[in-house]
């Protein structure tokens, strides 16, 4: 086994979309009639990855403010997404407090979007010697597979599969 540290660099929204939209048929609802369920789809997609992986360092990435300088090129950038859910929306302060309370770091730059945070400290983490897995289904992230950078994404029906450059 190779002692080159692991870095998994979670990428939130998608995690946390893919988990709410995984109960949209049974949403999971608390005793105050909140809808629970991106909070236990994604807290079962990031203690799957740390019971499964042990990772050595771990980080869960977020958008704030979206990306400014891809609104500046092109004004239309996700101008037909649907308004995010309300089940979503209210569920990320939860989420942030559980991640606190875990000690897990959350990173998060004004003005960029959670894959601009995770390939940017993908690269960084390659100079310094690290593996890095980026935990997201976002295919997107393909385009940052490098010999020490691979995507990790979880597959429909549980699991994960390791992307790295090969599958790509």
């Given at each position: 086994?190779?002692?080159?540290?692991?870095?998994?660099?979670?990428?939130?929204?998608?995690?946390?979309?893919?988990?709410?939209?995984?109960?949209?048929?049974?949403?999971?609802?608390?005793?105050?009639?909140?809808?629970?369920?991106?909070?236990?789809?994604?807290?079962?997609?990031?203690?799957?990855?740390?019971?499964?992986?042990?990772?050595?360092?771990?980080?869960?990435?977020?958008?704030?403010?979206?990306?400014?300088?891809?609104?500046?090129?092109?004004?239309?950038?996700k101008a037909n997404r649907d308004e995010t859910p309300e089940g979503i929306r209210t569920a990320i302060p939860h989420i942030c407090n559980i991640l606190e309370a875990m000690h897990i770091p959350i990173m998060v730059k004004e003005?960029?979007?959670?894959?601009?945070?995770?390939?940017?400290?993908?690269?960084?983490?390659?100079?310094?010697?690290?593996?890095?897995?980026?935990?997201?289904?976002?295919?997107?992230?393909?385009?940052?597979?490098?010999?020490?950078?691979?995507?990790?994404?979880?597959?429909?029906?549980?699991?994960?599969?390791?992307?790295?450059?090969?599958?790509?």
């Amino acid at each position: 086994m190779s002692d080159q540290k692991r870095l998994f660099l979670v990428d939130a929204y998608a995690l946390i979309f893919r988990g709410y939209y995984a109960f949209i048929k049974n949403p999971r609802i608390n005793s105050k009639g909140e809808d629970t369920s991106a909070i236990m789809g994604f807290m079962n997609s990031l203690l799957d990855v740390i019971k499964r992986e042990r990772p050595d360092h771990l980080a869960v990435c977020f958008d704030k403010g979206g990306s400014a300088d891809r609104i500046e090129m092109y004004e239309e950038y996700k101008a037909n997404r649907d308004e995010t859910p309300e089940g979503i929306r209210t569920a990320i302060p939860h989420i942030c407090n559980i991640l606190e309370a875990m000690h897990i770091p959350i990173m998060v730059k004004e003005g960029f979007e959670a894959d601009d945070v995770i390939g940017t400290l993908s690269r960084q983490a390659e100079k310094e010697g690290y593996k890095t897995y980026m935990v997201t289904p976002d295919k997107d992230f393909a385009q940052l597979v490098t010999e020490n950078i691979f995507m990790y994404r979880p597959v429909f029906g549980g699991g994960y599969e390791t992307w790295g450059i090969p599958e790509v």
